[in-house]
């Protein structure tokens, strides 16, 4: 983009601006001096972020700017791009920066959860690209919320599901929708790892080095407490989405792209927290998820977070049964069999990574999904492997389970819309929001 489409109105309005630390020459020439490079500005760059602002780099994009509430992780950042070979990035904790910057084309998110929506939409109305992290928000309500503000803005959104790019992911569900396996009547798919306690909830000071205001940002406000900063918001409701939208969401989106259906017509669940039940984690750790599709098609997901048990020789993956035969497909590639056990083909080499325990999730798949948004906005490629719609239909079942798992019932979902029909479930649907913070489309 050489211009910027619509400036964004009223993102402001939670709070001033902070301002960024001052280019050094060598980033302010890199920034004037590649006009025929995409520019990318990350938001959250202590962990994942930092990743895929390498991915990006290596897929040839211009990472001009970073953006954390954690003043230390500059360090890092500029540790980064020097072993890289790269002039760092502009640093800075407020990401609205970027937002009012003609020069930056894509905005990655990767900040805790309860960000992603509010920033992604942030960005759109900017009219910049977005490629936001998994799951794409924190309840079904937002996830209806991005798909339709990407719809209304024509610009490209791309979801954090990376196995949507492997070639052998690719290869195997065009096999199965050409009916090499037959009908596809049901899809297992699994997760295991070995977390440890958290320990409890204390209330603490708020470190020097965080801005606790911004990193809450949309979420109502609550008083600073340990552990959750920086990784264990993920169990806390307040924050996070659990186990499924951080990892299941992987695997059953690739559940769903095989069976290739929208949403599921009934989702139940059996789920409990069964290790370290003394500390602060409010979710599962241990969970069964049932999604019945029309058609008598089922996926199921089994996820351990604490006992890390691999199935099929794999720690995450997904298994489809057909009528003429199976296949497991993981980030590393596939193999078929026949009705009779035997393997009949396999393709391996999908350049992934399978290290459940990986916080950052780095490996090739990561860079090939970054490189497939570069080039649909530079017009080099003209489809993205994981469309918003699609990241979004794939993360409401995640959301969907954590609905039945809190309801502690069975839940009837309208297959067209993906809507809950009890009216016990709606207070799960969407959330409350910090005054001033409520997102737009």
């Known amino acids: 983009m050489a211009t910027r489409r619509d400036i ?3 993102a402001a309005a939670a709070g001033s601006v902070a301002s960024i630390s001052t280019l050094s020459p060598a980033a302010y ?3 004037l001096g590649a006009n025929d490079r995409v520019r990318v500005a990350a938001m959250g760059v202590r962990s994942r972020g930092l990743t895929l602002m390498e991915a990006f780099a290596d897929a040839g994009a211009d990472v001009s700017h970073a953006f954390d509430v954690d003043a230390r992780v500059e360090a890092a950042v500029n540790e980064k791009f020097a072993k890289m070979g790269e002039a760092p990035p502009a640093f800075g904790k407020d990401f609205r920066v970027a937002l009012d910057d ?21 960005a759109l109305s900017a009219g910049k690209h977005v490629y ?33 790019s492997s070639a052998p992911s690719q290869e195997l569900v065009q096999r199965i929708h050409d009916g090499e396996l037959g009908e596809i009547y049901h899809v297992y798919t699994w997760y295991a790892n070995r977390r440890g306690t958290i320990g409890p909830s204390a209330s603490a000071a708020i470190p020097d080095w965080l801005d606790w205001e911004l990193w809450q940002g949309p979420a109502p406000r609550r008083d600073y407490e340990d552990p959750w900063v920086h990784y264990d918001w993920h169990w806390n409701w307040h924050w996070g989405t659990g186990e499924t939208c951080n990892n299941a969401a992987h695997e059953l989106d690739i559940a769903r792209w095989i069976i290739d259906a929208q949403n599921p017509e009934k989702v139940s669940t059996r789920a409990s927290r069964r290790f370290f039940t003394d500390d602060a984690w409010q979710m599962y750790d241990t969970m069964h998820a049932e999604f019945l599709y029309p058609g008598d098609v089922s996926i199921v997901w089994d996820g351990h977070s604490c006992n890390q048990v691999n199935q099929f020789g794999r720690g995450r993956g997904a298994l489809a ?7 497991i497909v993981d980030r590393e590639g596939y193999e078929i069999f026949d009705r009779g056990g035997k393997l009949i083909d396999e393709s391996k080499g999908g350049g992934g990574n399978t290290n459940t325990a990986d916080t950052r999730g780095g490996g090739n798949l990561t860079t090939l999904h970054c490189r497939n948004l570069v080039e649909v906005v530079q017009g080099r490629t003209s489809a993205l492997a994981s469309p918003i719609d699609e990241g979004a239909t794939s993360t409401l079942m995640c959301h969907l389970a954590n609905i039945s798992y809190r309801t502690g019932a069975d839940i009837t979902v309208d297959p067209e819309t993906g809507r ?7 207070p799960y649907w969407g959330r409350e929001y910090e005054p001033g913070w409520m997102p737009t489309i």
């Open 8 to 10: 964004i109105k009223g």
């Open 29 to 31: 020439s890199r920034v």
């Open 420 to 426: 809950v029909a009890e009216k016990f479930a709606q």
């Open 321 to 327: 049964f057909g009528t003429k035969g199976s296949a």
């Open 102 to 122: 003609p020069t930056v084309d894509i905005i990655i998110v990767a900040t805790p959860d309860h960000w992603h929506t509010p920033a992604s939409l942030m």
């Open 132 to 164: 936001v992290e998994k799951p794409c928000g924190h309840n079904g309500a937002e996830g209806e919320m991005i798909a339709a503000a990407q719809a209304k803005s024509g610009l490209h959104v791309q979801m954090g599901n990376q196995q949507r």
